[in-house]
């Protein structure tokens, strides 16, 4: 129990002192106080109803609730808690000095003195403070300074937390406070139902701790590998519409992070998460996501990032190229002269820089200009492709032998073979046409929206960045083969983020952030304490694209820059969202990755 106000004043009523106290402490409970001389007619129960309910608490607590006359004879109230330890003598708890007994009362006082956590909020709370949350599920993050959990708050029914700690300080893995500080202003205000999002945040015990919503169950990548039951027991047609719903969600949260200027920067099976419901979200993209932080700084290999991220995170141009942002273009026909019975595909390779069959090339080539995303754009389009994989079931293991078909060799022992969709798009176009050939076979009605989704696809995985379509222009594109072609009329999350408008009326967002208050009151021993919160970020409220519909570092930048080394997608991921700084990093002792040929 979180002994919160309400709680408090509707546990103590004269009932339960009178539970807790002998017959003529009983009767005592109507005398007029010991005093005041006279001058006051209150009574002791009239004292502890209006002044004392939480300090009679404590002393059931420690088993003496009999104090509490003694304790009102010397004009003690709630309001004088927290009594500091040295002081907490003058009580009297017992006949004779027991400095067990003042521990105990030290300690159980900040039970009765929460501070709750509330939407939008960053505590400070003092050493001895009790934060109130309880843990529902711990799980190791990076070492012992770093931890991930899942926690629920008093006064959020339902809602399951994930918890992050952070230590701070000044030695290696720790943040100083400042930069805790800064970080948890930079994200406070992005806030998306299918990103996991700032919730929260509070120092405690040399630790930062954030809450996100919401808490994941499982990612895309062990979905692919093992549908969980209740997916697998939907039925047919709802399971379908789910997945293509998914589907248009990711799209709209990616368009709503590129409209702010953001990018996500590390799109994967692993970082596409969903929760008990079936609630698909991005992973959060901040420098508190520890598991994003392991890619980062750890010095092997990542297989997962290099196989879903985009050519010209891992490959130099051939050739030099302008410093100047690339300027996309959209590539969509209409939908009334969209191919879609064609069931061939070309993956654009045309006026390439990049050469991604010649890696003897980068080590000559000058840095390019790297659009993050326009890389973002790439890697959703291979998450996509193995979601419409998954409704013909031939995702996962299938989807990446296939890939790396090519590399099989005689002779080359156990060397592991590249499956990557960047080095290998030609497999890609012929894993596609085999997609587009299979569903045209199917009954269903979603199936006939599978080729024009194909082709979109085929644009988002073009080699060259600018070539790529712009994340308005594929959820614009998406939208139209959801309601056209599949026959899904009201496909969830649909909004506008700059690019296109459906007549919802133009969504305004506010990207101010609420900057901490380094002023705010906190807890002081032997005074009256208040808790003071900040208001909460823009949150955007959008339809569940769960099952339960019944329906089926720092932020990434635009200007970040390459760096002279290959390195992972995650370079630079972790850019201040409010000083966007562009710096070349290279990772050390960073090898390039040996494939079969």
Same mark, same amino acid.
């Given at each position: 129990?979180?002994?919160?106000?309400?709680?408090?004043?509707?546990?103590?009523?004269?009932?339960?002192?009178?539970?807790?106290?002998?017959?003529?402490?009983?009767?005592?409970?109507?005398?007029?106080?010991?005093?005041?001389?006279?001058?006051?007619?209150?009574?002791?129960?009239?004292?502890?109803?209006?002044?004392?309910?939480?300090?009679?608490?404590?002393?059931?607590?420690?088993?003496?609730?009999?104090?509490?006359?003694?304790?009102?004879?010397?004009?003690?109230?709630?309001?004088?808690?927290?009594?500091?330890?040295?002081?907490?003598?003058?009580?009297?708890?017992?006949?004779?000095?027991?400095?067990?007994?003042?521990?105990?009362?030290?300690?159980?006082?900040?039970?009765?003195?929460?501070?709750?956590?509330?939407?939008?909020?960053?505590?400070?709370?003092?050493?001895?403070?009790?934060?109130?949350?309880?843990?529902?599920?711990?799980?190791?993050?990076?070492?012992?300074?770093?931890?991930?959990?899942?926690?629920?708050?008093?006064?959020?029914?339902?809602?399951?937390?994930?918890?992050?700690?952070?230590?701070?300080?000044?030695?290696?893995?720790?943040?100083?406070?400042?930069?805790?500080?800064?970080?948890? /202003?930079?994200?406070?205000?992005?806030?998306?139902?299918?990103?996991?999002?700032?919730?929260?945040?509070?120092?405690?015990?040399?630790?930062?701790?954030?809450?996100?919503?919401?808490?994941?169950?499982?990612?895309?990548?062990?979905?692919?590998?093992?549908?969980?039951?209740?997916?697998?027991?939907?039925?047919?047609?709802?399971?379908?519409?789910?997945?293509?719903?998914?589907?248009?969600?990711?799209?709209?949260?990616?368009?709503?992070?590129?409209?702010?200027?953001?990018?996500?920067?590390?799109?994967?099976?692993?970082?596409?998460?969903?929760?008990?419901?079936?609630?698909?979200?991005?992973?959060?993209?901040?420098?508190? /996501?520890?598991?994003?932080?392991?890619?980062?700084?750890?010095?092997?290999?990542?297989?997962?990032?290099?196989?879903?991220?985009?050519?010209?995170?891992?490959?130099?141009?051939?050739?030099?190229?302008?410093?100047?942002?690339?300027?996309?273009?959209?590539?969509?026909?209409?939908?009334?002269?969209?191919?879609?019975?064609?069931?061939?595909?070309?993956?654009?390779?045309?006026?390439?820089?990049?050469?991604?069959?010649?890696?003897?090339?980068?080590?000559?080539?000058?840095?390019?200009?790297? /659009?993050?995303?326009?890389?973002?754009?790439?890697?959703?389009?291979?998450?996509?492709?193995?979601?419409?994989?998954?409704?013909?079931?031939?995702?996962?293991?299938?989807?990446?032998?296939?890939?790396?078909?090519?590399?099989?060799?005689?002779?080359?022992?156990?060397?592991?073979?590249?499956?990557?969709?960047?080095?290998?798009?030609?497999?890609?176009?012929?894993?596609?046409?085999?997609?587009?050939?299979?569903?045209?076979?199917?009954?269903?009605?979603?199936?006939?929206?599978?080729?024009?989704?194909?082709?979109?696809?085929?644009?988002?995985?073009?080699?060259?960045?600018?070539?790529?379509?712009?994340?308005?222009?594929?959820?614009?594109?998406?939208?139209?083969?959801?309601?056209?072609?599949?026959?899904?009329?009201?496909?969830?999350?649909?909004?506008?983020?700059?690019?296109?408008?459906?007549?919802?009326?133009?969504?305004?967002?506010?990207?101010?952030?609420?900057?901490?208050?380094?002023?705010?009151?906190?807890?002081?021993?032997?005074?009256?304490?208040?808790?003071?919160?900040?208001?909460?970020?823009?949150?955007?409220?959008?339809?569940?694209?769960?099952?339960?519909?019944?329906?089926?570092?720092?932020?990434?930048?635009?200007?970040?820059?390459?760096?002279?080394?290959?390195?992972?997608?995650?370079?630079?991921?972790?850019?201040?969202?409010?000083?966007?700084?562009?710096?070349?990093?290279?990772?050390?002792?960073?090898?390039?990755?040996?494939?079969?040929?």
């Amino acid at each position: 129990m979180w002994w919160d106000a309400d709680t408090v004043d509707k546990t103590v009523t004269r009932q339960f002192v009178c539970s807790h106290l002998l017959p003529g402490e009983i009767e005592r409970l109507d005398q007029p106080l010991g005093f005041g001389d006279g001058l006051t007619d209150g009574t002791y129960w009239e004292w502890i109803e209006e002044k004392a309910k939480k300090i009679f608490l404590i002393l059931v607590d420690l088993g003496v609730p009999d104090q509490i006359f003694g304790v009102v004879d010397d004009s003690w109230d709630d309001q004088d808690l927290p009594i500091a330890l040295d002081q907490v003598e003058r009580l009297a708890l017992t006949v004779s000095r027991d400095e067990r007994s003042e521990k105990r009362f030290y300690y159980r006082q900040f039970y009765y003195l929460l501070r709750p956590l509330r939407k939008g909020d960053h505590n400070k709370y003092q050493e001895d403070e009790v934060v109130p949350l309880d843990l529902v599920d711990r799980k190791p993050g990076l070492g012992s300074s770093h931890g991930v959990d899942k926690v629920v708050l008093p006064g959020e029914p339902g809602k399951v937390f994930c918890r992050r700690r952070i230590l701070l300080g000044s030695g290696p893995g720790s943040l100083s406070y400042e930069d805790f500080q800064f970080e948890v /202003n930079s994200i406070r205000n992005i806030q998306n139902d299918h990103l996991v999002s700032y919730w929260a945040s509070y120092t405690h015990q040399g630790y930062g701790y954030v809450l996100f919503t919401k808490a994941s169950d499982y990612s895309l990548k062990s979905f692919l590998n093992t549908t969980p039951a209740a997916v697998k027991n939907m039925e047919k047609v709802a399971r379908r519409r789910m997945v293509l719903n998914w589907i248009h969600c990711l799209v709209d949260t990616l368009c709503y992070i590129h409209n702010r200027g953001l990018s996500h920067g590390h799109i994967t099976p692993s970082t596409v998460v969903f929760n008990n419901v079936q609630h698909i979200s991005f992973a959060d993209f901040t420098r508190f /996501n520890t598991e994003l932080m392991a890619v980062v700084d750890k010095t092997s290999f990542d297989k997962e990032s290099y196989d879903y991220a985009a050519p010209e995170q891992w490959f130099k141009p051939t050739s030099a190229v302008p410093t100047s942002p690339i300027q996309r273009k959209s590539t969509f026909p209409s939908a009334s002269t969209s191919p879609d019975n064609n069931y061939t595909f070309s993956i654009n390779r045309g006026n390439t820089e990049y050469s991604p069959n010649n890696p003897m090339a980068v080590l000559h080539a000058p840095t390019p200009h790297l /659009n993050p995303q326009a890389a973002d754009i790439f890697s959703l389009g291979c998450v996509i492709l193995e979601l419409l994989s998954f409704l013909l079931k031939k995702h996962g293991r299938p989807f990446a032998t296939h890939r790396a078909a090519k590399h099989k060799s005689a002779g080359r022992g156990g060397a592991v073979l590249d499956s990557s969709f960047h080095k290998n798009l030609t497999q890609v176009e012929s894993w596609m046409t085999q997609l587009a050939k299979d569903a045209s076979k199917k009954d269903d009605a979603i199936f006939r929206g599978f080729a024009p989704m194909l082709h979109l696809v085929e644009r988002m995985l073009a080699l060259n960045p600018a070539d790529r379509p712009a994340a308005h222009d594929v959820q614009k594109r998406m939208y139209q083969v959801l309601t056209e072609a599949c026959g899904i009329r009201e496909p969830h999350c649909v909004h506008e983020y700059g690019g296109w408008d459906f007549g919802l009326g133009r969504l305004k967002l506010k990207t101010q952030p609420t900057v901490l208050n380094d002023n705010a009151e906190t807890m002081s021993i032997a005074t009256k304490r208040s808790s003071g919160s900040t208001s909460p970020g823009l949150y955007h409220r959008r339809t569940n694209s769960g099952n339960s519909s019944g329906s089926g570092g720092r932020m990434g930048s635009v200007a970040t820059a390459v760096p002279r080394e290959p390195t992972s997608p995650l370079s630079g991921v972790f850019e201040p969202l409010q000083s966007i700084r562009s710096r070349d990093k290279v990772r050390p002792g960073w090898q390039s990755p040996v494939y079969a040929a």
